[in-house]
């Protein structure tokens, strides 16, 4: 069992800034092995998308659209991962997902709405 929970979100005017938080927790996850953790995003009316992801040994990758605004970083010791977003436009409002990918297993955090709007 694996668990994400995630925290962080809510109403941010363009230009600004929000960090969204993803803890890992379950008896099912080994910070030993191989994992990756991603962030993805679904606006209204689309398709769910990659923003980026970064693995066990901290290599990123960004969609282009994010690419120089967005910051995905991670502490293995507390299990987290977390998405650091600035310079934010209107474009980039919908609902931010964790992704959790090990050996066999994929899980997904809850789901948090990020809204940007004057």
């Known amino acids: 069992q694996v668990q994400l929970d995630q925290s962080g979100g809510g109403l941010v005017q363009p230009g600004g800034s929000i960090r969204l938080s993803c803890i890992i927790s379950?008896?099912?996850?080994?910070?030993?092995?191989?994992?990756?953790m991603g962030w993805y995003r679904q606006a209204p009316g689309k398709e769910r998308e990659l923003v980026g992801d970064?693995?066990?040994?901290?290599?990123?990758k960004y969609a282009d659209s994010v690419r120089g605004r967005f910051t995905i970083s991670r502490d293995n010791a507390n299990n987290a991962a977390y998405l650091q977003m600035d310079n934010l436009e209107p474009e980039d409002t919908g609902v931010y997902y964790c992704?959790?990918?090990?050996?066999?297993?994929?899980?997904w955090g809850q789901g948090t709405q990020v809204t940007v709007s004057s």
């Open positions: 379950g008896s099912g996850f080994n910070s030993g092995d191989f994992n990756v």
């Open positions: 970064i693995s066990k040994f901290g290599i990123t």
């Open positions: 992704r959790l990918d090990i050996p066999g297993h994929t899980a």
